[in-house]
């Protein structure tokens, strides 16, 4: 097998043991490099395999049904894999701070589904950073945390001249 290929199967694994339906937190020390970085927009970087472990655990106590699945087929080159996900779940569980918007008391029973993009860099075989490009946005809107403004479109008081808007030369 490939170097590609190698990785893609440590990555489909790490998608499906870490953050699929039922989280089995040894596949952190079997795939996890001891200092890996572990970044979303939704929560503050975590590093390490303790770390991440805790992050993990905290975060399933308080969405025990959090489930993240594959949208597409990941796509390898040399030392990266790039994957693209949905997921979500459903807050029936304790307060949760972790996000960087903002806390949830306990048991609010809001759900959140939302979608995302991530790039994982291995080295040897271990999955040295994971960081992820969320929608974080429709998942805080749906947990209530933060709230999006109506849009209201701008009217202009005269017709725009050609040219006015940046579209090229005039």
Avoid at 125 to 139: M, Q, Y
Wanted: net charge negative; with cysteine.
């Amino acid at each position: 097998m490939s170097k590609e290929s190698d990785n893609k199967a440590i990555v489909g694994r790490w998608f499906t043991d870490f953050w699929g339906a039922t989280c089995n937190l040894n596949i952190v020390d079997e795939l996890a490099a001891p200092d890996m970085l572990l970044q979303y927009s939704l929560h503050e970087p975590r590093r390490g395999r303790d770390d991440i472990k805790a992050f993990m655990t905290d975060f399933r106590k308080a969405f025990p049904d959090l489930n993240f699945w594959g949208a597409a087929d990941l796509i390898a080159e040399g030392d990266y894999v790039v994957g693209r996900w949905e997921g979500g779940g459903t807050h029936t569980g304790p307060a949760f701070g972790d996000f960087l918007a903002g806390s949830l008391p306990a048991n609010t029973g809001r759900k959140m589904k939302f979608t995302g993009t991530t790039v994982l860099k291995l080295k040897d075989g271990k999955i040295v950073e994971e960081i992820g490009l969320d929608d974080g946005v429709a998942a805080l809107t749906q947990l209530g945390l933060i709230e999006t403004a109506a849009y209201v479109p701008v009217r202009s008081e005269r017709p725009l001249l050609q040219g006015e808007l940046g579209s090229g030369p005039t």
